[in-house]
C-alpha cells in the first residue's frame, strides 16, 4: 500500500509539472481587439486581428486562439479564407508566407511565394476559391494552389507585355476568370485558353473607370460585382456585370474595405457602416451602431463583414475584436488580452506587469497615444482608460510609473506633457501639473 501511494503522488507531480508551462519558454500578451478580416467556415468563425488569429467554435462556443505558440508559422496576418469545399483555411502573412490550417487544426506551411526572387511586390491582397483550387491575388499576378495537394500549381502574369501587375481581387464567373487590378479588370476564358498566356487576358473597357484601380470583385445571387477605387475618401463605386453591360450597383456603398457574399446576403464593409444587400439585390439597410448591453449605442470600425449560413453577422472590428449579431443581439468575442499592442515600456512588481503604451514625441504627428495604461495580475487584464477615469482626458503618453513599496495599489503613472497621476486601488486620487 505504500508503494502504492508513493507511485500515486510520484505520478501526480510529475502530471502537474507537464501541465505547467515549461521553465524558460515564452508566454504571449497579445491583444486581439484590433480585428482585421473575418473568414466563415462549416463550424468556426475565424477572425485576422493585429495580434494573431482566433476562431469562435460554433459546436462548444469556445474561443480558441492561434498564435506562434499555438502552431503557425508567422506573425503579421495579411489576409484569410476559408475554403467550404474543402475546409481548408488559409493565412497570408505580410511576409507573404502561407500556412493552410485543417478543420482539425493541422498547420501546412507554404514558403514558395516568400522564397521566390522577383523584383516585384509580393503582398498577398486577397484570397479566393474555385472548386479545390485557391486564387491567390498578388502584387506581381495570381497564384494558383491545388487545395489536395497543398501546393503551387500555375502562377499567371497577366500584365502588358508580361509585366508584374498587382492583382487585388479574383472571381469565377460563368467560366470567365476576372481580375481586379490597379489599372483596370482583367478576364480570361478559364477553359479554353492558356492562362500563362499574358495574351490571353484582356481588359475590360465597357466599364467606367476601365484603366483605374478596382479593389475588389464578389459573386452574389447569380451576378459579378466589382468596386473601383481612387482610394480617396468616400469616392469608391460598385458595378454589376448585367449580361454584357456593366450597371452602377448599391450607390449608397462609397468605400468598401471588404465585400463578402453568403449566397442569399451580400455584407459590403466600408468605414463606419455595413451595408447589406439581399438576393433579389435590395438594400436591407446598414449597420453603424452597436447595442451592445448596458449601452447606448456604439460606434462602429469595421474592416470585415461575414454571414453564416443562418443569416447570422459576423464582423471583425478595429476597436471591438469580432462582434456578432444575431437579430437584436450584439456581443463580442475575442480571447482575454491587453487592450491593444502599442506598447512602450513595461513595469513588474513582483507578480504584476504594467503596461504603458505611450511615446516620448514633441512634434504633431501620429505616434501620440492616447493616455491609457494596464495592469495584469494574476492573468486578469485592468484597464485604466479616459473612458473609467475622465480625469486622465486632454493629454496624450502615459511612458513611466512607479508603485509605492509599501502598497501595490497605490501607483504614481508619469505621462509626456500631461502631468504625474496618483491611484490607490483602483481610484483616481489626484493629477499634479506643473
Known sequence: MQKFILLFLVLTMAFHAGAQRAKGSWQDYLSFANATKIAVANSKIYCATKGGLFFY???????????????????GIQTIACSRETGLLIVAYSSSNIDLISETGKVSNLTDIKRKQITGNKTINNISFSGKEAFLSCGFGIVVLNLEKMEVKDTYIIGNGGAFLNVNDVEIFQNNIYAATNEGLYVADRNSLNLLDYNNWKRIENIPRATQKFSHLVVHADALIACYTP?????DELYRLSGDEWTRYQPQVQYAYDIQSNGTILAATSRAEIYLVDNQHNNLGMINRYEFPGETGSLVSPRST???????????????????????????????????????????????????????????????????????????????????????????????????????????????GGGLLEFQGNQFVNRYTN
Not at 231 to 235: A, G, L, V
Open 57 to 75: 467554435d460554433l459546436q462548444d462556443n469556445s474561443i480558441n486562439k492561434l498564435t506562434q505558440s499555438e502552431g503557425l508559422s508567422d506573425v
Open 231 to 235: 482610394d480617396e475618401y468616400s469616392q
Open 306 to 416: 461575414g454571414i453564416s449560413s443562418d443569416g447570422t453577422i459576423w464582423v471583425a472590428d478595429n476597436a471591438k475584436g469580432m462582434v456578432h449579431i444575431s437579430g437584436n443581439t450584439f456581443e463580442t468575442i475575442y480571447p482575454s488580452g491587453p487592450l491593444d499592442n502599442s506598447i512602450f515600456s513595461l513595469y513588474a512588481n513582483g507578480a504584476d506587469l504594467w503596461v504603458l503604451p505611450g511615446g516620448r514625441d514633441d512634434t504633431w504627428t501620429n505616434t501620440w497615444q492616447s493616455p491609457r495604461f494596464q495592469l495584469n495580475r494574476n492573468g486578469e487584464w485592468t484597464n485604466f482608460t479616459k473612458t473609467q477615469f475622465p480625469e486622465m482626458d486632454n493629454f496624450f503618453d502615459m511612458v513611466c510609473m512607479v508603485t509605492d513599496p509599501g502598497d501595490p495599489d497605490h501607483i504614481f503613472v508619469g505621462s509626456w
